[in-house]
């Protein structure tokens, strides 16, 4: 299920970009129908969606971290991991420091596509 979910992330990820250029077919048929607000509209959709996505993977490759961390074994996306015997138990909280990141990186997402002139709702 969580490689299904980094899966989505890249193509969502990936369409959103092409979307921000403003000449993809989703963008075109949007500004032809309905407007720059419909779009911004659509666009914040998806982007929140990345975010969400984002978010989601980070807290579950957090919460694995922590039980790494305190139990020597977790489930990383469904794989059972246990840790060897010579590795330490604080290695656990090297995937607390990078799910972390997924999160603070989701919401430094949603920051830049505010920083986009068209995109502002603040």
Avoid at 34 to 43: D, K, M, T
Avoid at 80 to 109: C, D, E, I, N
Wanted: hydrophobic share 60%; charged share 10%.
């Amino acid at each position: 299920m969580w490689l299904l979910a980094v899966i989505a992330i890249g193509l969502v990820g990936g369409s959103l970009v092409v979307d921000l250029t403003g000449e993809s077919a989703a963008d075109q048929f949007l500004l032809a129908r309905g407007s720059l607000n419909g779009l911004r509209a659509y666009l914040w959709v998806k982007g929140g969606l990345l975010a969400a996505l984002v978010s989601a993977l980070g807290v579950h490759v957090v919460s694995s971290g922590f039980a790494l961390a305190r139990s020597g074994r977790s489930s990383l996306f469904g794989v059972p991991l246990a840790v060897p015997p010579r590795v330490q138990w604080g290695m656990g909280y090297v995937f607390v420091l990078l799910g972390s990141a997924l999160v603070a990186l989701s919401l430094t997402a949603l920051v830049a596509m505010n920083a986009c002139r068209y995109m502002r709702l603040v």
